[in-house]
């Protein structure tokens, strides 16, 4: 990988944490209960950089990554620890991960695009035997079939920014999340049938945001103004978004053994594609530049 590259990550995640950190320590309820009494040599900016190149790097399977990292990468990463001892640090990264994913910079251009995407735990036919998932994970359906695991949300804008995400178990339907992921945003979400709901429509209205879907075929025809038309037909961008944090970043496989670390490898993923200088845009000559 491009030393530069991880020089760059690194420098961006460590200035994040040194303004996050004494914050969450103050919001903190309690004192842990148990002090570490296990110092580790990796600090957190160096865990979360690994963990963040990992889905720009190209590697299919975290362990033969990481063993690149210990044959080519020393140099940069001079206190590696053992491949076991990492795995077992990653959850550290889950509080700071989240908050540093959503402080990246992102454009509220009025113009939003809205979907789902299934994220598979295990075949369906396994779902019982699953203990990691067991109590979390459920079964859901797509247009492809079923599925057990969870629905990753997003709602991207039209310069292929992730202006929000969330995970919900795999039967939720889509509209559900809708409210939530368009909080602080003004203009319109183009979506497909999956969101059509007068209650929803209403709802976001009163926020300042427009829904816009398709009809069903026993809806009656209604005026839409060209415009929205053509946005409707752009849609394939956040489809594209989906293909390349599954396909290039890695954020669904079956081989997690943790909830939290399950987490962390998804937002790490989003966060990977949040810092790709090239995203999926397309034409908006009606951008209004929202602030």
């Not at 760059?8 to 919001?27: C, G, H």
């Not at 994220?119 to 359906?141: D, E, L």
């Not at 007068?198 to 005026?223: D, Q, S, Y």
């Not at 939290?260 to 530049?289: Q, S």
Request: charged share 25%.
């Amino acid at each position: 990988m491009n030393v530069d590259k991880l020089v760059e990550i690194y420098y961006m995640v460590d200035e994040f944490l040194i303004k996050f950190m004494p914050y969450m320590e103050k919001k903190l309820l309690t004192e842990p209960t148990r002090k570490p009494t296990r110092t580790c040599s990796l600090n957190l900016s160096e865990i979360m950089t690994i963990l963040i190149a990992f889905h720009l790097i190209g590697f299919r399977n975290f362990k033969m990554y990481y063993i690149h990292l210990e044959q080519f990468h020393s140099s940069e990463f001079r206190t590696l620890v053992s491949y076991n001892r990492f795995i077992s640090l990653v959850k550290r990264t889950l509080v700071p991960m989240y908050f540093f994913t959503h402080s990246l910079s992102k454009t509220r251009t009025g113009c939003y695009f809205i979907d789902s995407t299934a994220i598979k735990v295990c075949k369906v036919q396994r779902a019982c035997s699953n203990k990691v998932f067991k109590s979390i994970a459920t079964k859901g359906k797509t247009t492809t079939g079923w599925f057990f695991g969870f629905k990753l949300h997003l709602i991207v804008n039209d310069l292929g920014e992730i202006m929000n995400f969330t995970l919900t178990p795999g039967r939720v339907k889509d509209r559900f999340p809708a409210k939530s992921l368009c909080k602080n945003l003004i203009g319109k979400v183009f979506s497909d049938k999956g969101y059509i709901s007068k209650e929803l429509f209403e709802k976001l209205m009163e926020k300042g945001i427009e829904l816009i879907t398709h009809i069903k075929k026993n809806m009656k025809n209604a005026f839409m103004p060209l415009w929205d038309k053509l946005m409707l037909r752009k849609r394939s961008i956040i489809e594209t978004i989906i293909d390349q944090l599954k396909n290039i970043s890695q954020i669904e496989h079956s081989r997690h053994r943790s909830i939290p670390n399950f987490i962390v490898n998804l937002i790490a993923g989003i966060t990977a594609y949040g810092l790709k200088e090239k995203k999926p845009a397309i034409d908006n000559i009606y951008t209004t530049g929202l602030q």
